[in-house]
């Protein structure tokens, strides 16, 4: 299920003059049972509304004063969002005679034409507070109270994500709280303005389109409306954005080593976790342990455990990255295998986590793996799988896969390795060849290139790969000396530095003279600021073997935690 909150307007959405009929109490009743949360959102004050609403124990928490005050109604708590207005400015207005006026504890309420008068006292008074307007009512709210916030703070103290909500309403004060629900809905009553701008115009007025709604939402038909606005930028082909949807996406990144997986996958977690979605990165290689504004749990001696990771997703702002690194490589489908089920199992609870991130699939589902617990991505809310072997990956794994990224300078031959797997036609490719990725939906005889629209902080990635795993055979660094009389291959950094202590001094001089190794860590490495370094050294006037050797060394240790031992670390399956 997409959405497990749905937050409601009162006046002419949920009650119509001021009444609500059976039919919707039971709507509602039904989403309660099935595990929805139910909160009400309302621009009356607390007093008022529970003198005509008779059920308010019916709702999770409400949402009073237009977003400034928040009501338990299984604690009969109230809870002041925000610092009321001044006093002086309801004695003026009561003063000048303005009738109705209604002061709650943070809203100071009246109708049109007062609102001039209103206006008038906020300006002499020298206030910094805003007046919201809804069918007639004039409202006072200090800035940046509204039913959006009020909706925010309602989903905080349940530990839910406005992404897995729902909202519906009728009036101009609404508009805030639909865009800030991943779903916005509008009853067939509601202001025009309110229905066009709207993602879901219902035919039901007020409380029949609640009840409408509700039914959607149970039916599972609410999963299936495109709501375009949530989509999320992939790149451009042409002058043409492309987007994908952030439910239920099964999405394959793949490609060969160094061909650009990280970076598409980069690009997305950016936009992903800045909208504000939550996201489980499952990381075997330790590349995602210096990833911004994430919770990392585990290290190189520690591995985190199951229930650690979803006590933590609890949190629905908070991402984490599941850091595999201390596990070994035969152990790590195993732990996935647990893993999973409790990562659906806290989706189904609270409506998150929102997307899976699954780093080297090949290893955490291998070929090997005959049964995937998975009905559909959408039990994960979305599954993004990356992987150098799409063939290596579980076929169980792959029948979720609904688009594939295909990065390299030979897409079609990454496409026809997963379509192979899955024994299905390989799509054609394209003629226009403008584009660094091509793209491919599941179902459609042609991929398509595209232009990737990068992640807008470049981040040092594969620091794992590169200090202790096993480097490709065309990325290894390859002491050879003068005349080439050697063929000694550096895996990966550990090994080059251990290497270069062993090799002679004529070898040594032979690259660092040539610049072979900066142009190593910056071609094959990527890391531009470490190259730097090095190729300054490289420049230096008659370097000494021993000297030159220590310092490359240093700057390497500072920039890369080097393994104690060697290890056997393979990410590549002895690079095939």
């Known amino acids: 299920m997409r959405h497990n909150v749905l937050a409601c307007d009162y006046d002419g959405t949920l009650a119509r003059a001021g009444h609500v009929t059976e039919t919707t109490i039971e709507a509602l009743e039904r989403l309660s049972r099935a595990g929805i949360k139910l909160v009400l959102v309302t621009g009356r004050e607390l007093d008022d509304l529970l003198t005509v609403f ?33 006093a002086a400015l309801a004695d003026r207005l009561r003063g000048e005679g303005v009738s109705p006026l209604g002061v709650g504890q943070v809203v100071v309420a009246t109708r049109e034409p007062h609102d001039v008068r209103v206006l008038a006292a906020i300006r002499d008074l020298g206030l910094e507070l805003q007046v919201i307007y809804n069918k007639g009512a004039v409202m006072v709210l200090p800035p940046g109270v509204n039913k959006a916030s009020g909706l925010a703070a309602a989903l905080d103290r349940l530990s839910l994500s406005a992404h897995s909500s729902v909202a519906i309403g009728d009036g101009e004060n609404d508009h805030a709280f639909l865009t800030a629900a991943e779903c916005g809905a509008a009853v067939a009553n509601a202001l025009p303005a309110l229905r066009d701008s709207c993602d879901l115009p219902l035919a039901g007025e007020a409380g029949d389109g609640v009840a409408e709604l509700a039914g959607m939402m ?133 409506g998150h986590p929102h997307w899976v991130v699954v780093d080297e699939a090949h290893h955490l589902l291998p070929a090997e793996v005959r049964r995937v617990p998975l009905g559909e991505a959408a039990d994960l809310g979305s599954l993004l799988m990356i992987t150098v072997h799409p063939e290596a990956v579980s076929t169980e794994a792959l029948r979720l896969v609904t688009t594939t990224i295909a990065v390299g300078k030979k897409p079609e031959s990454t496409l026809a390795a997963f379509a192979g797997a899955l024994a299905q036609e390989t799509p054609s490719l394209d003629p226009v060849a403008d584009g660094d990725i091509a793209l491919w939906q599941r179902g459609d005889e042609t991929a398509r290139h595209l232009t990737l629209t990068p992640a807008t902080v470049e981040r040092t990635r594969h620091r794992r790969k590169y200090a202790a795993g096993t480097m490709a055979k065309d990325k290894s660094f390859y002491f050879t000396g003068p005349g080439e009389r050697l063929r000694l291959r550096a895996r990966n950094l550990h090994t080059f530095v251990e290497l270069a202590e062993g090799v002679d001094d004529d070898t040594w001089l032979h690259h660092l003279h040539r610049g072979d190794y900066s142009q190593w860590i910056r071609d094959c490495l990527g890391d531009a600021g470490l190259a730097d370094e090095v190729a300054e050294l490289e420049r230096a006037d008659e370097p000494q073997p021993a000297e030159s050797r220590q310092r490359v060394a240093d700057l390497i240790g500072r920039r890369y935690t080097l393994p104690a031992e060697p290890t056997a670390f393979d990410p590549d399956h002895d690079d095939r």
């Open 218 to 350: 149970l039916s599972g038909d609410l999963d299936a409306v495109d709501v375009p606005r949530r989509h999320v930028l992939l790149g451009h082909r042409g002058n043409e954005e492309v987007r994908l949807r952030p439910y239920g996406s099964g999405l394959l990144v793949a490609g060969p080593s160094g061909s650009g997986k990280s970076t598409v996958t980069t690009a997305l977690l950016e936009r992903l976790v800045g909208d504000g979605y939550q996201c489980v990165i499952v990381d075997p290689e330790g590349d995602y342990a210096d990833y911004p504004g994430i919770t990392v749990l585990g290290d190189p001696d520690r591995v985190p455990g199951v229930e650690e990771v979803a006590h933590v997703l609890e949190q629905p702002r908070q991402s984490v990255v599941v850091n595999l690194i201390g596990l070994q490589l035969r152990d790590r489908p195993t732990y996935f295998a647990e893993l999973l089920p409790r990562l659906t199992g806290v989706r189904a609870k609270l």
């Open 54 to 86: 008779p059920h308010p124990g019916l709702f999770d928490l409400i949402v009073a004063e237009n977003g400034g005050l928040l009501y338990d109604p299984g604690q009969r708590t109230r809870d002041a969002l925000a610092t009321p207005p001044p």
